[in-house]
């Protein structure tokens, strides 16, 4: 038995049926093409879930309150996702964003490297950790 991601209910599951049920309110679901609008940095956007209520609270828990079991249910959500799973099983490589030492060193994990882990396993997908290197940008005037 696991915590489930949104009621923090023991389940066998990150995502019990009656928190799937109640996720449908959130969902958004859907992919934007930015390559024909001259972005030489961003092929496409992934929108999953609106940033409100149970979905919020839960994405800050993640973050901040050193809830690192919640990678399971955000991935969960991702791969059940039919539309934004094809999309992600035409790539052969999955790339986490890395964060900064200090900020790693606050948090003690990176979350989107859990969930990009998890998802890379189940899809088969290669995973380079350290191929990206995040870095303070400083203002310029």
């Known amino acids: 038995l696991q915590l489930a991601g949104f009621c923090g209910k023991l389940n066998e599951d990150s995502l019990c049926k009656r928190c799937e049920i109640k996720l449908k309110e959130y969902k958004i679901s859907n992919i934007i093409?930015?390559?024909a609008k001259s972005n030489n940095y961003i092929d496409y956007v992934i929108f999953m879930l609106k940033y409100?209520?149970?979905v919020r609270d839960a994405i800050i828990k993640y973050k901040f309150d050193e809830k690192a079991?919640?990678?399971k249910t955000f991935a969960k959500i991702i791969l059940n996702d039919k539309k934004i799973c094809r999309f992600l099983k035409t790539y052969d490589i999955i790339m986490p964003v890395p964060m900064h030492k200090r900020k790693m060193d606050l948090r003690?994990?990176?979350q989107t490297e859990l969930i990009a882990?998890?998802?890379a396993n189940i899809l088969n997908l290669k995973m380079p950790i350290?191929?990206?290197i995040k870095i303070l940008q400083c203002k310029v005037h």
């Open 33 to 35: 093409n930015y390559s």
């Open 52 to 54: 409100e209520g149970i």
């Open 69 to 71: 079991y919640l990678y």
């Open 108 to 110: 003690g994990y990176n």
């Open 117 to 119: 882990r998890e998802i």
């Open 130 to 132: 350290g191929a990206l």
